[in-house]
């Protein structure tokens, strides 16, 4: 199984993706800085910005900062369109894998996302709650299909097919770390690392960018209902608790006037204080609990799905490999991932180049600067 590579005409490239990754950040922060330049003039002669809805802000920063210049570095270069969209057939039994493995890995993401926010803020979480005054189908189009499409474009699309190495493990890791740079928080770093990773795998096995995709649009959109379902319920369950102080006057009038019993609000008033206390370190471990044994269920099954999917999509591997490995552990395939397995090998390879990837240090530089030096700056 291989992925082949064109002969690009920029000469001395040893890495035509992480060259068009350096071409991608640096088009995308120059696009932003016009878009907010543009912005600030137009606000100072008058024009209400305000009006414009962010999720199709959100939109067109995808589009016109992943899919220009993914068009433009496409003619620039020589390259065809069709090469860097594998579009093999995709059928019943790869997309039903797909559509498994997208649902079960999704705790994993939140645990990796909930400890990230030990070292940075959830800006995934503010930027639903500032969305949520636009509609639902605005949000799927801005948060699930947009960045679904965009972003695999660029990053299982070109990057991945132009990314020299001889193991899918290493073109996988450096697609996981462009991934992960290309959103600039370091919160969301190792949950779109891993992403990153997991998309590479579906996409050299599959051969079919729609898998891809297809995984992509499945988890933003289910973090997105389920973001969008938390916040409607938090709503209600405040609302309710708004109205409670006046259905608590009236019971505690109907009890005296009725009952003789007096002080009725004071008492259920500590006593609530002592509830919400005991409730408060309750659920909290409760739902670590319960969180708990929902990632163990789920990842112990997206492993074994995995492996079913990998086995499907190699059929050169004869009967009894695939007996084997089935009988592989966690601890065997994250060896094998970390070491290299002899099996996955690709051909990935690019003739000449310098042996230092200096389109990779730039990117690091420039995220570095972005994420972590200018906001403690400005």
């Given amino acids: 199984m291989s992925l082949k590579t064109p002969k690009i005409k920029i000469p001395n490239l040893r890495n035509p993706g992480s060259a068009f990754m350096l071409f991608v950040v640096v088009f995308y922060l120059g696009m932003v800085l016009v878009r907010d ?46 090469r860097n969209l594998p579009s093999e057939k995709l059928d019943r039994t790869n997309i039903k894998y797909i559509v498994q493995l997208s649902f079960l890995i999704q705790p994993a993401m939140m645990a990796l996302s909930a400890i990230s926010t030990i070292f940075a803020p959830n800006i995934a979480g503010e930027v639903i709650t500032a969305f949520m005054a636009y509609p639902f189908w605005l949000l799927v189009l801005a948060i ?54 997991l998309f590479a795998y579906m996409l050299y096995y599959t051969k079919n ?45 109907f009890l005296e006037t009725r009952f003789g019993i007096t002080n009725v609000i004071e008492i259920t008033d500590a006593a609530a204080v002592s509830m919400d206390a005991e409730l408060t370190v309750e659920s909290i471990i409760s739902t670590i609990v319960v969180f708990g044994v ?29 007996a084997a490995s089935e009988k592989k552990g966690l601890r065997t395939i994250m060896r094998n991932f970390f070491m290299g397995d002899p099996e996955e090998d690709c051909e990935n390879e690019m003739a000449g180049g310098v042996r230092i990837d200096w389109c990779l240090i730039a990117v690091a530089v420039i995220y570095v600067v972005f994420v972590f030096v200018l906001p403690h700056v400005l």
Wanted: glycine share 6%; proline share 5%; aromatic share 14%.
């Fill in 294 to 322: 929902v990632l163990g269920v789920t990842s112990y099954f997206a492993v074994k799905i995995f492996k079913k999917f990998v086995a499907y999509n190699r059929p050169e591997i004869n009967d009894e490999v695939v």
């Fill in 209 to 253: 960018i729609l898998s891809v995709m297809l995984a992509h649009f499945i988890i933003n959109g289910t973090q997105l209902t389920f973001a969008t379902g938390a916040l409607w319920l938090a709503d209600a369950i405040e609302r309710i608790a708004e109205s409670l102080p006046y259905l608590q006057e009236g019971m505690a009038d």
């Fill in 37 to 82: 330049i543009l912005f600030s003039v137009l606000s100072n002669r008058g024009v209400n910005m305000d009006a414009i809805p962010t999720p199709l802000i959100l939109i067109f920063s995808q589009v016109f900062g992943l899919v220009l210049p993914f068009v433009l570095w496409i003619i620039f270069t020589g390259d065809s369109f069709k």
């Fill in 144 to 197: 699930a299909i947009t960045p679904s499409i965009c972003e695999e474009l660029v990053f299982r699309g070109y990057i991945q097919t132009n990314t020299p190495g001889k193991k899918i493990r290493d073109i996988a890791i450096m697609n996981g770390l462009f991934f992960a740079i290309i959103h600039m928080h370091p919160q969301q770093f190792f949950y779109t690392f891993a992403l990153g990773v």
